[in-house]
């Protein structure tokens, strides 16, 4: 079987760094079309979803949905996962750059060499031949999980969705996220590393 080939040029323009403004237009072209369709646009309610469909609905009413509805949603999931896999085995573009002062930073405050591998996580501690990195990894997946359930979405679900539809719980859910991430970041991180 022989592989398709494109000409350069395309590969180059989907493999190259864009504007930050392509994004922008891209996610605020969704929320209106979400919002005109009477829908919300959000990821973490498709973890609900995948619970139903493995029965965890029979058991406990919090997992009872309905997919009907949310079917689109797993298939948004299920496109996110297949093109964020293209994109990074077939379309992979040169590293982006961090600024020295950061580089230095990770380097004398937590020890971490950049550039690591291919991208920016410090797989000298988020691997899964470090115990400390399997630790943080599931504690860390744990948290992520549980708290864009329970908080009634993930961050991006009450940043551009929520803030976009002047909703005041993710006003204050997002001043949490940023409190919480300023915490992590000069409070807790020190103190792991």
């Not at 994004?23 to 619970?51: D, E, H, P, Q, W």
Request: aromatic residues 14%.
């Amino acid at each position: 079987m022989e592989l398709v080939s494109y000409p350069q040029g395309w590969i180059n323009l989907l493999s190259g760094a864009w504007h930050w403004s392509v994004s922008g237009l891209a996610i605020a072209g969704i929320l209106f079309m979400m919002t005109y369709l009477g829908r919300s646009f959000g990821v973490s309610t498709a973890f609900k979803n995948m619970c139903t469909i493995a029965g965890a609905g029979k058991k406990y009413e919090f997992f009872r949905s309905d997919l009907n509805n949310d079917y689109w949603r797993l298939a948004f999931v299920a496109g996110a996962i297949g093109g964020g896999f293209i994109a990074s085995t077939f379309l992979a573009g040169p590293d982006v750059a961090i600024s020295a002062a950061t580089i230095d930073h990770l380097q004398q405050d937590f020890g971490m060499a950049y550039p690591q591998g291919g991208g920016f996580l410090p797989v000298e501690i988020f691997n899964f031949s470090n115990p400390k990195g399997i630790i943080l990894t599931i504690i860390g997946g744990f948290l992520v999980g549980f708290g864009a359930r329970y908080g009634q979405g993930c961050t991006s679900g009450h940043a551009i969705t929520g803030l976009s539809h002047l909703q005041l719980p993710s006003l204050i859910t997002v001043i949490g996220f940023f409190i919480g991430g300023l915490a992590m970041t000069w409070l807790i991180m020190p103190l792991l590393f």
